[in-house]
């Protein structure tokens, strides 16, 4: 501290500076003359407003520098600066880097919602995000499918014809609504089960963050189409069993992010991608199919996001493994005692393929059901032994999955 | 008396902050071994009073309230010292400022005139601008007008409001001048209170010292020199500090000093705001 009351009497040649006023323009140019001053050196200050001395003095004061006035005519005084300016930001954390490559192991409670790379001042306040572990969150192709995610969005009103004349049978117009009310539960469920996520994950994780954020957006584009084709003629929803949202309840009653992303992307969303190329081959009009083959693109992308989580987790922690051959049954287990077969939804698929009631019609479409659901078990069964499970065990815990495909 | 094993602090509550300013830093003393509590005030004169009734041991205190305090203690037999200050608290001035476009030249000018001073116990926004005004021989309600803006009376100018409606009196030619602290008139301008080149500086004080800690007589010594020993090691840099070192408006605590209080004492008496003995002798103070 300077005792502020000694005055300047000689000059040395040291920097000078000649401002108009202290506004903000003027304190910008007194901080960074500031910033560049020779360690040691004095600031000399010119300026002709007669109530400069008086501000620098306030100035200088509340930020910690030393203020001499000057008795050589036109300079008003020094300033010595203080040292604190800069010792607010020794101690300050740093936090990795901006590319994907600069992603740290864990991501500290203080490094808060500042972006990754920047410096934290040591002072800054402790977040607590329940996933800060990269081992828990990352998937090093995150950056790859956020962009390809940001590429494949689609606006619902553009890239579907809602104005095509569709006539079905009434009873065939209502298994399609049965089916659709049963896509917008799923929907929502896969909504739900990574926003909840997203708001416990550190966002240093950024890439991970941004594409749970923009699944999170597919979904509400699902629920907005399949709701349109139930509106399409007037109809309210159909029905919705008990099996089906308790097995939904399975997945938002599950804590572990690894186990929620195993039972929701890695066989859910990618037993409903079998289900969605069904519908986008077998619905009965052009509208459901077009909805169906939209939604089933971006559900392809959060089966490849879990895939590759689980596989970046498995890589360092094998055991997970185990724990998530568990969670399979168990959740088998706890859905024993429910009607899981959701008979409604598996009629109005039959019908919804058959197209009519011409018993050989019924037949086609029996079949077509038939290969539907060995297309999804074996789905199932090929992404269980990608993430490691031996073939007899995958093809086992394949079978064990819910009746209600999701 | 209070419990000797702890020492127990005052201050007065001019905002919300002032709870947790006074929490975190018990937190800080407790934590190095200092068995530390504090009252909170709503007025320096119940703080001030409270010195000498065994409520507390020290008054973080403005520097009118430390002058009472001063005269109080000698009055009684029980002197009263202080142990630190802020960085800030030292070498302030204080502006009489007067419209840029205004026939006041000099100070003699304001005769006949309106002064805008800040609330009736601002130190820096009313008794020292008058007492220097006093000096060169114009004294207030004779030969120039006092426009009192007083907010928060009790507080000692704590509060800004006062010297901005000064600041706005003036601008609006309501005053002929106005009395505020030099870094509020650095704010005002800034913040366009008072538009730049709208106003230019009339007089300026001689320095002044502010807020410090004022100790009772009897306050328990050993506890004392631990609070003034942990306050001058308060560090900046530490994260946990810090918040609370800019909340209260300073970087390093500083030690004692009484000189800078001289003005500041003769205006007391110049305007009888307090008698020798300590003893408000203030007609129109409310709080
Ligand atoms: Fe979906
Ligand atoms: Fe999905």
């Not at chain 1, 909840?196 to 950024?206: N, T, V």
């Amino acid at each position: 501290m300077c005792s502020g009351s000694t005055t300047l009497r000689a000059t040395l040649p040291v920097s000078t500076i000649t401002i108009e006023r202290l506004d903000a323009a003027g304190a910008l140019l007194l901080k960074r003359a500031l910033r560049n001053l020779p360690p040691g050196e004095s600031l000399m200050v010119t300026g002709d407003s007669p109530e400069l001395a008086a501000h620098l003095a306030a100035w200088c004061r509340a930020r910690g520098h030393c203020w001499q006035t000057s008795e050589v005519p036109h300079l008003l005084g020094s300033i010595h600066p203080g040292s604190l300016d800069q010792r607010r930001w020794q101690g300050a954390l740093t936090t990795g880097a901006l590319a994907s490559g600069g992603v740290a192991d864990r991501a500290e409670p203080r490094w808060g919602l500042a972006a990754r790379g920047a410096h934290v001042e040591a002072s800054a306040p402790a977040f607590h995000f329940p996933l800060s572990d990269k081992v828990m969150i990352w998937a090093n192709e995150a950056p790859k499918l956020y962009a390809q995610a940001v590429a494949a969005q689609w606006n619902p009103d553009e890239a579907i014809d809602w104005t095509q004349p569709i006539e079905l049978p009434e009873d065939i117009e209502a298994a399609v609504v049965q089916v659709m009310t049963y896509l917008i539960e799923n929907e929502n469920a896969a909504l739900l089960v990574p926003a909840r996520f997203l708001a416990q994950m550190h966002p240093h994780f950024r890439e991970v963050m941004q594409l749970l954020a923009i699944q999170v957006a597919d979904e509400a584009r699902h629920i907005e189409v399949f709701t349109r084709r139930i509106a399409l003629k007037g109809h309210q929803p159909a029905l919705s069993t008990a099996g089906g949202q308790a097995s939904l309840k399975t997945l938002l009653d599950t804590p572990d992010f690894a186990i929620a992303l195993f039972l929701l992307s890695v066989l859910g969303e990618g037993t409903f991608v079998n289900l969605l190329n069904f519908l986008s081959a077998h619905a009965p009009d052009p509208i459901t199919r077009q909805v169906a083959r939209l939604a089933a693109q971006d559900e392809a992308r959060h089966v490849a996001f879990g895939m590759a989580h689980l596989q970046y987790q498995l890589a360092q922690d094998p055991a997970l493994r185990d724990r998530l051959a568990n969670a399979i049954e168990q959740r088998f287990e706890s859905l024993a005692t429910t009607d899981g077969l959701n008979e409604e939804v598996m009629d109005a698929l039959l019908l919804l393929a058959a197209g009519s009631w011409l018993p050989a019609a019924l037949l086609a479409g029996q079949e077509k059901v038939m290969a539907l659901q060995q297309d999804m078990t074996a789905g199932r069964r090929l992404r269980l032994v990608k993430l490691g499970f031996p073939e007899a065990q995958a093809a086992r815990l394949a079978d064990l999955h819910t009746r209600n495909f999701m | 008396m209070t419990d000797r094993n702890m020492l127990v602090m005052g201050a007065v509550a001019y905002a919300p902050k002032v709870v947790t300013i006074w929490e975190g830093f018990r937190q800080f003393f407790e934590a190095n071994g200092l068995p530390f509590d504090f009252v909170l005030y709503s007025n320096y004169e119940r703080q001030v009073e409270a010195l000498f009734d065994g409520s507390i041991h020290v008054a973080w205190n403005s520097p009118l309230a430390w002058l009472r305090a001063e005269r109080m203690g000698k009055a009684v037999g029980k002197p009263v010292s202080t142990i630190a200050m802020r960085d800030s608290d030292r070498d302030l001035t204080s502006l009489i400022v007067v419209r840029a476009d205004a026939d006041i030249r000099q100070i003699a000018d304001l005769s006949g005139r309106t002064v805008a001073v800040g609330a009736v116990d601002s130190p820096q926004a009313t008794l020292l601008p008058l007492y220097c005004l006093h000096r060169q021989g114009i004294k207030a309600g004779e030969d120039f007008a006092i426009q009192r803006h007083d907010q928060l009376g009790g507080k000692h100018g704590d509060h800004i409001g006062g010297e901005r409606e000064a600041a706005r009196a003036l601008l609006a030619g309501k005053a002929d001048a106005a009395c505020m602290i030099a870094g509020n008139h650095l704010l005002f301008t800034n913040e366009g209170t008072l538009p730049a080149g709208s106003t230019r500086i009339l007089a300026e004080t001689p320095r002044y010292d502010h807020c410090n800690f004022t100790v009772a007589a009897d306050a328990p010594p050993s506890l004392v020199a631990r609070m003034r020993e942990l306050l001058l090691g308060m560090s900046w840099e530490d994260p946990a500090l810090r918040p609370l070192l800019e909340l209260e408006g300073l970087r390093q605590w500083m030690p004692e000093r009484v000189e800078g209080y001289r003005d500041l004492d003769a205006a007391v008496d110049v305007f009888g705001f307090y008698d020798p003995s300590g003893n408000i002798t203030c007609v129109d103070y409310h709080y």
